[in-house]
């Protein structure tokens, strides 16, 4: 069941899932050392499905310097392939335009991935550069209109 929230908002249960989920994926498996938890996630409006006491898709939406952003988008890997990337970002998608539209979006998604938001009419901009140790790429979408 897919879950919207701000950080005051969740529950002890659906924080420790999404910091193991976001641990597991871009500290562990992706062999990078950054603080993965950060700031912003006490400003972020969070997007989640759980399935069976589990988070299966997670992304977080806030402001950023008149723009709006999102990241820290995951899907665990044994729901893959299941499409709930795709039903995530649409999620997404209707939080910004609920919460904040109007608003340029720009993200740092990971190279690996630009395919994936170039579906969702983003456009990358410039060279990629590197962020905390893995290959990133500047996207940006035009404002949602309300």
Same mark, same amino acid.
Request: glycine share 0%; proline share 3%; net charge negative.
């Given at each position: 069941m897919w879950e919207i929230k701000k950080f005051s908002e969740l529950t002890t249960k659906e924080l420790f /899932? =999404?910091?193991y989920l976001r641990t597991k994926i871009f $500290?562990? #498996?992706? &062999?990078? =050392?950054?603080? /993965? $938890? #950060?700031?912003q996630d006490l400003h972020s409006i969070h997007i989640f499905d759980m399935v069976d006491g589990k988070i299966a898709a997670y992304a977080r939406v806030f402001s950023q310097d008149n723009k709006v952003s999102f990241g820290r988008v995951v899907t665990e890997p044994s729901f893959r392939g299941q499409g709930l990337g795709n /039903? +995530? @970002?649409?999620?997404? +998608? &209707?939080?910004?335009? #609920? /919460?904040?539209?109007?608003r340029e979006i720009e993200i740092e998604a990971q190279a690996q991935v630009q395919g994936f938001y170039e579906n969702f009419s983003f456009e990358a901009q410039g060279d990629t550069f590197i962020f905390q140790h893995t290959p990133? =790429? &500047? @996207?940006?979408?035009?404002a949602i209109s309300a």
């Open positions: /899932e =999404i910091l $500290v562990v #498996d992706q &062999k990078r =050392i950054y603080q /993965e $938890v #950060d700031d /039903e +995530l @970002m649409k999620h997404v +998608l &209707k939080v910004i335009h #609920d /919460e904040f539209p109007n990133h =790429i &500047k @996207m940006t979408h035009a």
